[in-house]
């Protein structure tokens, strides 16, 4: 089956820990997203990436980090340094080119407590 | 801000009932879509309609683009418990490499 997966589903962090979250795709899509949902509120972008070892930030990089080392993996670090982290983190990947729709994860619930 | 802007916030309706809801945002676009998330998961592409495109329809779904009023509606015909979901419109600037903006969302509810 092609498709993303995000893992873990939820994840639980004290407060000034590092974490990652892992996003994988066998879609052979070029581009991929990081997205931070806040409850009853819309998605914001985080980071991007075009193309492999390539990344540009979105509207709320700051307190995240990201690679592209593979193009089947766009792993994001929430760091201290973001005040509020805990949201649904939402992963998605498009094919690059083109008008074309965006397939997105199911999403890693993270808590900070 | 958000680039798109949904209206209602929260919509609940009888099944069989026609759902309609609208998005409305600020600078000229390329595309605009329409995603559907159920709740805690993923979001699912619905429909596209391009820049140069008045009317779109996929099975039960129906969506209008006005580009002079900056708005899109999205109609859901004849609906079901199972459409109940938040439904967020997305604009695409570029049409390239698909930095879409996503809106705040309409929460649908369907009572069977």
């Known amino acids: 089956d092609g498709g993303i997966t995000q893992s873990p589903k939820y994840l639980f962090r004290k407060e000034g820990q590092n974490v990652t979250l892992s996003c994988e795709q066998n879609?052979?899509?070029?581009?991929m997203y990081w997205y931070r949902q806040d409850p009853g509120q819309g998605l914001r972008l985080i980071y991007y990436?075009?193309?492999?070892?390539?990344?540009q930030k979105g509207d709320i990089a700051e307190g995240y980090s990201v690679s592209r080392e593979k193009k089947e993996s766009f792993p994001l670090t929430v760091t201290s340094a973001q005040k509020n982290p805990t949201a649904f983190y939402l992963c998605?990947?498009?094919?690059?080119?083109?008008?074309?729709?965006?397939?997105f994860g199911p999403g890693t619930r993270l808590t900070v407590l | 801000s958000q680039q798109g802007e949904e209206d209602p916030q929260a919509l609940s309706i009888q099944e069989g009932e026609n759902a309609t809801m609208n998005c409305s945002y600020k600078?000229?676009?390329?595309?605009l879509q329409w995603y559907r998330q159920n709740s805690g998961r993923g979001l699912v592409h619905l429909i596209l309609?391009?820049?140069?495109?008045r009317e779109k329809h996929s099975g039960r779904l129906r969506v209008t683009l006005d580009t002079s009023k900056k708005s899109s509606s999205l109609l859901i015909t004849a609906s079901r418990a199972a459409d109940t979901a938040s439904y967020f419109c997305?604009?695409?600037?570029?049409?390239?490499?698909?930095?879409?903006?996503f809106g705040t969302g309409t929460k649908l509810q369907v009572i069977p």
């Open positions: 998605a990947s498009h094919v690059g080119v083109g008008v074309n729709e965006q397939f």
């Open positions: 879609l052979n899509h070029d581009a």
């Open positions: 990436s075009q193309i492999v070892n390539d990344f």
């Open positions: 600078t000229s676009i390329n595309n």
């Open positions: 309609i391009r820049s140069n495109e």
């Open positions: 997305a604009t695409d600037l570029s049409g390239g490499y698909q930095k879409v903006t």
